[in-house]
């Protein structure tokens, strides 16, 4: 899934910390869902797109 979105462009509209977002990314966190449903509302898809495997 790409929105053309840096990762500083990313954490801005989600309002997260760009390490969060980098640790999410490479695996190495679990995404609370407050982050995903922020994420989410930051790149325009349905919570579901983000979690769908």
């Given at each position: 899934m790409?929105?053309?979105l840096t990762q500083l462009d990313l954490v801005d509209r989600a309002g997260i910390d760009r390490i969060t977002?980098?640790?999410i990314e490479a695996g190495t966190?679990?995404?609370r869902l407050s982050w995903?449903?922020?994420i989410a509302g930051?790149?325009?898809v349905p919570l579901a797109d983000?979690?769908?495997e």
């Open positions: 790409r929105a053309n977002l980098q640790r966190t679990d995404a995903l449903l922020r930051a790149i325009g983000l979690v769908r």
